[in-house]
């Protein structure tokens, strides 16, 4: 939870318009005297993950990197053909851009492929070894510990003020449960992610309102995809777990512009959507111009918008260091099966 120094923004620029908006939000609807409280049952934050919370460009999303070491490097995996020739794509071609849109995009599919007959904790104890790595494009930090200092303040700051987060992500929900332990204080069943289906381990074909789950049986993942969470799913999925609107929502991108007009959108209480811009060129690999762009799309759209290079003392702690090289392929390099 948030340091006992007075001060629970200690990694952000304390001049900066994002975070007074911010407070001055807060303070607003968690004084019982204002006309715009929030009863604490109805404090609801969400989050997306990637971006927002952690970092999605060392080198590329941790969904996409754990799914290409699934495919090219854990010897206890054979894929088929078709995975395979996925993975090399993903190798080959995401550094330089050049891999096609739509192939891009495909990756939930093969994820759900890539993964399927993992039980659980086989699954757990996978993503657990791989965020261990060193993360790639920086010295001093692991994925495990590639989060947002700044927004691990703002989690800790809404929850010491009696509100209730979610993170709502396109990454998959078990990964978002494991990434997140020992940086966030944000339990399980406040995860809510992409999705496939899971059946116990002796089920076979049956369906699962024909089975009964039984003494010995395991949870095991699936190849069929349930809900990629982006976009206008994002609410969806909201409505579904949560069963509340939410008053503050966090993102970074136009995946999560639904989840950000839901919020806004005839809510009973005073609500709030925060942007933030990757447009620290210097310690990320923030882009300033598309950023620029950003942000004037998103305060037009009625967003705060939080820029990590003006909002931030740090991004990462004073121990990281951005390298400007990555290992990407020759990480990648295929084990003998």
């Known amino acids: 939870m948030a340091e006992e120094t007075g001060n629970p923004f200690r990694k952000w620029d ?13 303070e607003s609807v968690t004084d019982p005297q204002s006309a715009d409280f929030i009863p604490e049952a109805d404090r609801i934050a969400v989050f997306d993950m990637d971006g927002t919370l952690c970092s999605e460009r060392n080198p590329i999303y941790l969904i996409i990197h754990l799914l290409a070491r699934r495919i090219l490097t854990d010897e206890t995996y054979q894929p088929d053909a078709e995975v395979l020739a996925y993975g090399r794509m993903l190798r080959d071609h995401l550094l330089d851009q050049t891999l096609p849109y739509d192939l891009a995009m495909q990756y939930p599919l093969y994820e759900a492929k890539a993964y399927a007959g993992m039980t659980l904790a086989e699954y757990k104890d996978f993503v657990t070894r791989e965020i261990a790595r060193d993360a790639d494009g920086f010295e001093g930090m692991s994925y495990a510990e590639a989060f947002f200092l700044p927004m691990v303040e703002v989690v800790d700051y809404l929850q010491d003020h009696g509100f209730n987060c979610y993170i709502c992500s396109g990454s998959d929900r078990f990964i978002c449960r494991v990434y997140t332990e020992g940086m966030l204080d944000i339990p399980y069943e406040n995860m809510i992610g992409t999705d496939v289906e899971l059946k116990a381990s002796n089920q076979g074909d049956a369906d699962g309102s024909d089975y009964e789950f039984c003494d010995g049986d ?11 969470n982006e976009k206008s799913n994002k609410v969806f999925q909201i409505a579904r777990h949560i069963g509340k609107q939410p008053v503050l929502s966090f993102g970074n991108s136009d995946g999560d512009v639904s989840m950000h007009n839901y919020t806004l959108c005839n809510n ?22 598309a950023a620029a762009d950003l942000r004037k799309m998103w305060e037009e759209s009625g967003y705060t918008v939080i820029s990590m290079a003006n909002d931030w003392k740090t991004i990462y702690g004073e121990d990281v260091r951005k390298t400007g090289e990555f290992h990407w392929v020759e990480d990648l390099a295929e084990v003998v099966r």
């Open 218 to 228: 395991t949870l095991v993942r699936t190849d069929q995809l349930l809900v990629e």
């Open 268 to 289: 009973p209480y005073k609500s709030a959507a925060f942007m933030l811009i990757a447009d620290d060129e210097v310690r990320d690999y923030g882009n300033a111009a």
């Open 14 to 26: 304390e001049t900066a318009e994002s975070l007074k908006t911010l407070v001055r939000y807060v």
